[in-house]
Structure formats: structure tokens, C-alpha cells
């Protein structure tokens, strides 16, 4: 039952994110679209919310994202609706119905975005989860497999952390590739069908692959000696594997081939990648992605092949720990205000400086003057701006650097020069 004190707490597995951590979480995203913009992907928002059926159709009626996690909920007109769980049908479904494949191909997008699934909340792991991600939609081409799984990892390294790059190729559904080795998966899953866990047991004939993805020991001590997907491949499925593989090696991407890499959504064909860190413990996943080339038919739409990756923001932080990315406030300058003569000018001269593109805060509060140098201290300015009475009068201000202590009376329109060259 709902009582009082719940409306005080943010919803099981949702986090609030705050200051100062907050600044470190902007510095990472806005790191993430600086270097997928650097590589020509374009910035995309799609809703929050989708028709059902977009997730169903994309992500696959036997993932575990569909049958047990979408926040689905119907609308006052009757419209079942889900809030997204990842990101990449949406984008897909964006980039048809405005005819953005009908241009100039690849189709390069990148999102960031909240993103949610309703799972058991642990470490890692939340209801409301934030993503950065980038799609690289309209060829096949295994080197925009190679450019997406750089940037992937050029971002995470560049933020500071050491990823393992997890790469295999599961094929594509026809019948001479995935379908024939899940017909080989199919007969082993059946042979040992008595030491796998019971949960498992039960999706072998609606999606043998799910089973490589299990947590549970008995059925992972199976899948040890399951056949695996690579050993299976149809000749252009192996090629175009053998093909990523090499321009990967041509850019120095080091990568640990993983046969047992499935992934978790329906949708992914051919590459299949995962930067995992082992520092996470169980949630050791940062992201991945992979192929998708059925997915715009899968919802409808012409072929149009496609591959990406989403990146975890709160894991990718958690991996972090305090090192890597920083990100602080960017206050220069904190004015302080003595007596009430000085603190309408104090808002003049903070406005003064922020239009001239510097950050400056001030005190709203009327404390004296201890508790403003206290407040500049804890500001992160560089500098305090002292104005009091003596200054006004001589149009002076005393410029304080709160590093070194040293302290200078300047003219108050020499401020932004002084600052500048601090
Ligand atoms: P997925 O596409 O499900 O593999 O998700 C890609 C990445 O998003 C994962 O590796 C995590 O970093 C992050 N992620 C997925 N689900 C969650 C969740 N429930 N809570 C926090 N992060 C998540």
C-alpha cells in the first residue's frame, strides 16, 4: 500500500541525479556527443513513449525486454503505449517515416536518452537508466560495423575507463546460417535438457539462442560445451565477419572474440559486440550493440540494414568510480556584496560578467561577509569580486584569487580584462 512518506521518494529504481555528480554525468554525455559528432552522427530525439507494437515487432516477443520489463500502459483514447526500453527501434521507426533512408546513405544518428525496463533493481541496474547511442542505417558495409564499434570504444576510453571488447557474429536468420545452427543448438539444448534450469528449459524451441544469455550456473555450465553460432555461419555471413575483423586490426580496435555473445533484444544479425569491465561485478556490461538488418522489415518498413550501439551512462560512471571524466561548476567569479548599498550592484555586476561570458554567482541572502567568502569558497570561483562601500565610491572592485589569497583593487571596468587574464 501507498502511504504519505512515498510521495517523498523518488519510484523504486529510479535514481535522482545531483549535484555535484551531476556535473560529472553531463560532462560524460556531452563527451559521448562530442565524439559521435566528431565521427558524423547527427543529433536525433524521438518520444519518450512509442506504440507498443514498435517494441514487440523490433525487439522480439520472446525477449526478456518485452515478455517481462515494458512500462505499457494504455492512453485516455485507448492507444497502447510503452515507455522506450532502448533506443534504436525508435530511430529506426523515425528514419522511415520521414524518408530520411531515401538520402544520401549511411542514415548517422546518435541519441541520449532515458530509457526504461522493469527489472529487479541492483547495483547497476535501475527502471530508469540513461543511454547514449549512435545508428549507422542504409548499408551493410562491414566498415561502418568497424567505425561504430571504434567510436563505442574510443568514447569509453577517452572517459577514462579500460573496457574489454567482446565481438562474435551471429548470423543471419535464413536457412543456411542461423536457422540451420539453431536446429544444431536446438538438438543439444534436447540432449541435455534435464541439467539446464528449468526456466531454460522451457524456451528451447522459441529461442534457443536466449539460452546463451542465462544467469543461471546449471544452464551456463551446459552452454560451456553448446555448438557455437561461428562454427556455423554461411559463407557471406563468415565473410563479412572476417571482413569487420580486419578493419577493426587496420585501426588498432583490440577486440576478444566472444562465440557464446548473443545479446538480449530479437533483432541483431551478423556483428554482435559488448564492452564489458570486470570492476562492475554481476552488471558488468557498460554496452554493446550490434547488426540489425531485419529490424526496419520487422516493423514494417522497407529493408534497411543498420547496426549501433547503446552505452549505459550510470554504469559506465559506476565503472568510473571518482576517476576519469570531471565535470564541475562554472563559476569564475562569486561577488561579494558589504552592506545593503553594494548588493543591488552586486547583481549588476555578476549579470555584467555572465553577458560578457563569464560565470560569476553572487549572494542572494543578505549574509555577511564571512558567510559569502565562505559560499565564493565553496562556489568553485577562482576569484571573489569584493564591492563594498570604499569601492563603490572609488568605482573599484577588490579582486581576491581564492587560490593563491592574493588580493588587488582594480578598476570595476577593468573586471572582465583582469578575470580573463587570471
Ligand atoms: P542492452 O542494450 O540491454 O545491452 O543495454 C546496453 C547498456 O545499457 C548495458 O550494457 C548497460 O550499461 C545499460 N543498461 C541496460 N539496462 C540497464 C538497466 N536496467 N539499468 C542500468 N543500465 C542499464
Not at 229 to 241: M, N, Q
Not at 330 to 342: F, H, L, P
Not at 396 to 404: A, F, G, P, Q
Request: negative net charge.
Amino acid at each position: 500500500m501507498a502511504n504519505e512518506r512515498d510521495s517523498l521518494r523518488a519510484p523504486k529504481g529510479t535514481n535522482d541525479i545531483l549535484p555535484p555528480g551531476s556535473f560529472r554525468w553531463e560532462a560524460l554525455v556531452r563527451l559521448a556527443q562530442d565524439t559521435f559528432e566528431q565521427a558524423g552522427y547527427a543529433p536525433v530525439e524521438t518520444p519518450t513513449f512509442e506504440d507498443t507494437a514498435l517494441f514487440e515487432r523490433g525487439v522480439g516477443e520472446t525477449s526478456e525486454v518485452v515478455t517481462k520489463q515494458m512500462y505499457s500502459f494504455e492512453d485516455l483514447g485507448g492507444r497502447s503505449l510503452t515507455l522506450r526500453p532502448e533506443g534504436t527501434a525508435g530511430v529506426v521507426r523515425a528514419v522511415i517515416e520521414h524518408n530520411l533512408h531515401r538520402g544520401a546513405l549511411p542514415v548517422k544518428l546518435h541519441y541520449s536518452s532515458w530509457m526504461f525496463r522493469q527489472e529487479r533493481p541492483q547495483r547497476g541496474r535501475y527502471r530508469q537508466f540513461f543511454q547514449v547511442g549512435i545508428e549507422a542505417m542504409g548499408t551493410d558495409s562491414p566498415s561502418v560495423d568497424a567505425e561504430v564499434i571504434e567510436v563505442g570504444d574510443r568514447f569509453l576510453r577517452s572517459a577514462g575507463s579500460t573496457p574489454t571488447l567482446l565481438l562474435n557474429s551471429i548470423g543471419h536468420p535464413a536457412a543456411d546460417c542461423r536457422a540451420g545452427y539453431n536446429q544444431v543448438l536446438v538438438d543439444f539444448l534436447r540432449a541435455h535438457e534435464g541439467d539446464l534450469a528449468p526456466e531454460d528449459g522451457k524456451r528451447i524451441d522459441t529461442n534457443p539462442l536466449r539460452t546463451f544469455d542465462s544467469k543461471e550456473e546449471a544452464t551456463i555450465a551446459v552452454m560451456a560445451s553448446a555448438p557455437v553460432i561461428t562454427d556455423h555461419l554461411c559463407g557471406a555471413c563468415a565473410e563479412h565477419f572476417e571482413d569487420v575483423k580486419a578493419h577493426l586490426d587496420a585501426l588498432g580496435v583490440v577486440y576478444t572474440l566472444e562465440p557464446r555473445l548473443v545479446r538480449g533484444l530479437d533483432y541483431y544479425t551478423r556483428t554482435a559486440f559488448e564492452f564489458v569491465w570486470s570492476g562492475l561485478g554481476s552488471q558488468n556490461a557498460m554496452g554493446g550493440g550490434g547488426r540489425y538488418d531485419g529490424l526496419a522489415e520487422m516493423i514494417g518498413g522497407d529493408p534497411l540494414p543498420g547496426i549501433g550501439f547503446a552505452l549505459g551512462v550510470d554504469r559506465i560512471l559506476l565503472a568510473l568510480n571518482d576517476a576519469g571524466i570531471e565535470g564541475g561548476p562554472k563559476v569564475d567569479v562569486y561577488i561579494v556584496a558589504q552592506g545593503d548599498e553594494t548588493a543591488a550592484e552586486a547583481l549588476v555586476l555578476a549579470t555584467r560578467l555572465r553577458r560578457a561570458g563569464i560565470g560569476a554567482d553572487l549572494d542572494h541572502t543578505m549574509r555577511g561577509m564571512k558567510g559569502q567568502m565562505k559560499e565564493a569558497a565553496r562556489s568553485g570561483a577562482r576569484f571573489a569580486a569584493i564591492l563594498g562601500s570604499d569601492e563603490l565610491a572609488a568605482g573599484e572592485i577588490t579582486l581576491r584569487d581564492l587560490t593563491s589569497g592574493d588580493q588587488e583593487r582594480v578598476p570595476a571596468t577593468d573586471l572582465e580584462s583582469k578575470v580573463r587574464a587570471g
